[in-house]
């Protein structure tokens, strides 16, 4: 059973920069394809990015490109996302979701085109 | 980048009554396409893979539908416990995208 569970909420100044980790159990994270989805306050969700396992990669959402860094270490199975230049906008739960491999109807396939598990979300809250 | 737009974005509906969801997609995304439900407070959990698929322990009165640009999530006989929001999500290109949701609540 993966599972996936994540650092506590955190409150950031505008202009600071918040890192937030990911640890899996249940799996190595070398097994799965990390990614990172946030979710503003009553808004709906947005990806940010992931490791893409064909390319070896990691990409981002544009948005996010030069703002956000994804990284892993495998020693200790743990993901982490760090956002910098931080706005009000950044306001948001923040969670890791993972893609693994899955079989069905007795065929298996290296890397699924969904997230389960999630982990249980991160609120990352910038207020001066 | 393809885009999401699910409908409706809101619904009321009774305990017992069949509830469909929509999903068109930009362009073409065959059947990549996935569903969630996502309750307040909570991640959001997978109800639906490849379009169709049940996700394994998720009861059987959901069903999705549709390949290409549209797909339909469907609850067939509304229980208490699924009054939440559902979003549906795609993979192109290695960009992933949601649609905004559709928020179902008790009428």
């Known amino acids: 059973q993966v599972q996936l569970v994540q650092s506590g909420a955190e409150v950031k100044k505008p202009g600071a920069s918040v890192k937030v980790s990911c640890k899996v159990s249940?799996?190595?994270?070398?097994?799965?394809?990390m990614h990172w989805v946030r979710q503003a306050p009553g808004k709906g969700l947005e990806w940010m990015g992931g490791?893409?396992?064909?390319?070896?990669?990691?990409i981002y959402a544009q948005k996010f490109q030069g703002r956000v860094t994804m990284t892993e270490d495998t020693s200790t199975d743990t993901a982490y996302m760090e956002l910098s230049s931080l706005r009000s906008e950044d306001t948001a739960v923040y969670y890791c979701?993972?893609?693994?491999?899955?079989?069905?109807?007795?065929?298996?396939?290296?890397?699924?085109?969904?997230?389960?598990?999630w982990g249980q979300g991160t609120l990352v809250t910038v207020s001066s | 980048d393809i885009q999401l737009t699910q409908s409706p974005s809101f619904l009321s509906a009774s305990v017992g009554d069949r509830v469909t969801i929509t999903c068109r997609a930009s362009?073409?995304?065959?059947?990549?396409l996935a569903w969630y439900q996502q309750k307040p407070g909570k991640a959001p959990k997978l109800l639906i893979y490849?379009?169709?698929t049940l996700q394994s322990g998720v009861p059987s009165r959901f069903s999705g539908s549709g390949s290409g640009t549209e797909f339909t999530l469907t609850i067939s006989s509304l229980q208490p416990e699924d009054f939440a929001t559902y979003y549906c999500?795609?993979?192109?290109?290695?960009?992933?995208?949601f649609g905004q949701g559709t928020k179902v609540e008790i009428k």
């Open positions: 979701a993972s893609r693994r491999p899955y079989c069905t109807n007795g065929v298996c396939y290296q890397w699924a085109d969904w997230f389960d598990p």
């Open positions: 249940g799996y190595t994270l070398t097994e799965l394809s």
């Open positions: 490791f893409d396992p064909e390319d070896g990669e990691t």
């Open positions: 362009q073409g995304i065959s059947s990549y």
């Open positions: 490849a379009a169709s």
């Open positions: 999500q795609q993979l192109n290109s290695y960009q992933w995208t």
